[in-house]
Structures are given as C-alpha cells and as structure tokens.
C-alpha cells in the first residue's frame, strides 16, 4: 500500500469524511508529508481540507498552541498527525466535546501509514472489539499475569471501557487513534498493586524487560533509569498507573512506536501519568505505556487473553 492509498484509507475508511465536510489536518515540522498526504485525500473526498502546521510539542500530552486548539472546536473532522501525541490533551477532549471527530497518528511514519497496523480490516477490527467490549462492560477488577513474573491487580469501580479506538470513526463526537485497534480503561487511582515485566516496548523496543513495582496505584520502583526521568519531570503522578489497555489489531506489529505497538493483538499495556481525558482523575502531561506481551487477562472471572491468545 502506497502513501498515498493509506491516507486514503484514513480520510475516506475511517473517517468517512463527506463532501462539504470541514476537515483539519494538524501536522507539525516533522510530520509535514504525512500532514500533505492525508490534506490531499480530504480535498480529493471533496471537504472543504485545510492544513495547519505547528512546531513540534515537547512531549506527549502536551497542549497545542491556543489558537489551534480554539479552531479545533468548529470543524466536523480532525487527523492530527503529529510527532507527539494530542490524544491526551484538554484542547481534543474539547473538540470532541464540541461533536468533531478525531483521529489522532502520534508518532506515524510514512512506513506506518503504508503498512502494518493501517492495512487491518478495520471493519473487522470493530467488530470485534464490539464482541469484546459487550464481555467486559460493566466490570469491576482485572488480573495480569505472564511468565516472566507479571501479577497486578487493579480495580475498575465506577470506571467504564472506551471502545471508540476501532478504527472507525462516523459519528459525531467519536474519537480514535490511527492505526487503530485497541479497548482501554482508566483505573480507580490507588487500587493497582503488584509487579509489571514490561518486555515488548516502553516509547521505544526496549533490549530487556523492564520490572516495575507497583504499590497502591503508583509505579514504586522501576528498573529503568530513562523511564523513571521521564515519569518523575512530570512529579509525583508521573507514576500514577494511569490505563489498562488490550490491543486488537491482528496487523500491527512491535515497532517501538507507541501508536502502533499498544494495539498489537496479543498484548496488553499499562500506562503511567495522565488519565484525565478518558475517566481518570490524573493530569500530569505525561501518558508513557508499557507493552506487555502474550499474558493472560482476566477481567472479573472471565479470561479474555491467554497466553496472548483471545478467548471469545
């Protein structure tokens, strides 16, 4: 698949952007081409595509410029391709908040947007997620565990599962990452308890697994002095276990990209830092996830991945 065929699968699949539609594509300096590429399809879908480029953010979760975020709130469809990530922000809580549609590509590469996670069936994808999520809603705790040593626990009261992150993404208000593919969940803080082998990657391919203990919802110790750096700029809640996520996505692959690691099917990942945008009551700036590879979860008494293995 070409650059060019996978913007188009953004815009036109996912998306499903209409003519007339007032589409915005954000990039940045880095992601300029990707920003082109996906301009270029909206234009070609008949929107009315505008593209803005802004300097790089500094980290992920970290605000767009105020002028961009404003513009955000009076558009029908955002696809932010950006070196680091707007998921996580308050200006996309807004625009979705405002009934615009979002797609966020943290992190995408030309390589990314023509292969991989971006080539999955994506109404496929969606149907499955849907299957899972209707298992899992409305569920209390969670269980992990792989054999490298991973037991955490964590709690899921008056918490709920976001299914959005399908790949498509039609409705008003809707919100998803792409290449998509993933269930997740912002755990009651203070309830996570237990140790983490992070072993498939941490914001980059990691050469070991990285251990982690974690005590009453905050990571106590982590075996990994570049990891803790980043967590601890952001203070004390840069450790705050912040997600629970299952990747369902049967083509994306460990890359050491984020986007597209946490949606490999097979894994799960724990994140540390800010859950402000999906439930949780945590904002730090900061959102770093750990992949874990073939556990086996159980949420409340029924296992949904074995040894990375779905059960359905």
């Known amino acids: 698949m070409s650059l060019e065929d996978g913007a188009k699968t953004a815009v036109n699949i996912c998306m499903g952007v209409k003519k007339g539609e007032k589409v915005l594509i954000i990039t940045d300096t880095v992601k300029e081409k990707i920003g082109e590429a996906l301009f270029q399809a909206a234009v070609n879908a008949r929107a009315e595509a505008m593209l803005i480029k802004m300097l ?26 950006t070196e680091y990530s707007l998921t996580h922000t308050q200006a996309r809580k807004a625009a979705n908040r405002a009934d615009v549609r979002i797609a966020t590509m943290p992190g995408i590469t030309e390589e990314m947007l023509s292969s991989g996670g971006m080539t999955a069936d994506f109404r496929e994808v969606e149907k499955t997620i849907r299957r899972v999520y209707k298992i899992i809603k409305g569920s209390k705790k969670a269980e992990i565990k792989t054999e490298l040593g991973t037991a955490l626990t964590m709690s899921f009261e008056e918490r709920e599962w976001i299914a959005d992150d399908t790949g498509i993404c039609h409705k ?12 997740f969940i912002a755990p009651k803080e203070g309830t996570a308890n237990g140790m983490i082998f992070v072993d498939g990657a941490f914001g980059k391919k990691i050469d070991k697994p990285v251990k982690i203990i974690v005590e009453d919802g905050f990571a106590k110790e982590i075996e990994d002095d570049e990891i803790k750096k980043m967590l601890d700029k952001r203070g004390k809640y840069g450790r705050n276990v912040a997600e629970l996520g299952i990747g369902m996505n049967p083509n994306a692959r460990i890359i050491g990209n984020v986007l597209e690691d946490e949606k490999v099917l097979g894994t799960v990942h724990v994140a540390f830092g800010d859950n402000s945008t999906f439930g949780g009551k945590v904002s730090c700036g900061i959102h770093l996830d750990g992949i874990i590879k073939n556990p ?15 059960v359905l």
């Open 56 to 81: 790089p953010r500094t980290r992920h979760g970290e605000e767009p410029p105020k002028p961009i975020a404003e513009l955000m709130k009076h558009v029908d469809v955002i696809v932010a391709p």
């Open 172 to 183: 008003k208000g809707a919100f998803t990452n792409l290449p998509a593919g993933e269930l």
């Open 296 to 310: 086996t979860l159980k949420i409340d008494d029924k296992i949904i991945l074995d040894k990375g293995k779905l």
